[in-house]
């Protein structure tokens, strides 16, 4: 079974950063959602196993984060990390490292499916609040 942990989680001042990290085993998607109160949980960023557009992967970032967040893998360390740049007070959530196995194919690159459902393991969770 599959086993996520997450760190990194803390409270910051808006512009600030944070780092989340995830020890998880390699996995075909791999990636961050958040959760703030009386929301849905949402995909954040996703990355698939073979990588970025060169090796024939796709990473997904939802629209709000797209240029402040970079999902990475460090495989050598069992890694996925999130770094969060110029952090938002709409940013504050919880959230969660994720894995599963969906993934859809367009001719040329691996798309991995992004959500909640489409995910089979997760981490506890880690609050991240962004005060103004």
């Known amino acids: 079974q599959v086993q996520l942990a997450e760190s990194g989680g803390g409270s910051v001042q808006a512009g600030g950063s944070l780092r989340l990290s995830c020890v998880l085993s390699?996995?075909?998607?791999m990636g961050w959602f958040r959760q703030a109160p009386g929301k849905e949980r949402e995909a954040v960023a996703i990355?698939?196993?073979?990588?970025?557009?060169?090796?024939?992967?796709?990473?997904y970032y939802t629209d709000s984060v797209k240029g402040r967040f970079t999902v990475s893998r460090e495989n050598a360390q069992n890694t996925l990390s999130l770094q969060m740049d110029n952090l938002k007070p709409e940013d504050t959530a919880m959230y969660y490292c994720?894995?599963?196995?969906?993934?859809?194919?367009?001719?040329?690159?691996?798309?991995?499916?992004?959500?909640?459902?489409?995910?089979?393991?997760w981490g506890q969770g880690t609050q991240v609040t962004v005060f103004s």
């Open positions: 994720a894995a599963g196995t969906r993934y859809y194919w367009n001719g040329s690159h691996a798309y991995c499916r992004t959500g909640p459902t489409d995910f089979d393991y």
């Open positions: 390699e996995y075909i998607c």
């Open positions: 990355i698939h196993s073979t990588g970025d557009l060169s090796t024939g992967g796709h990473t």
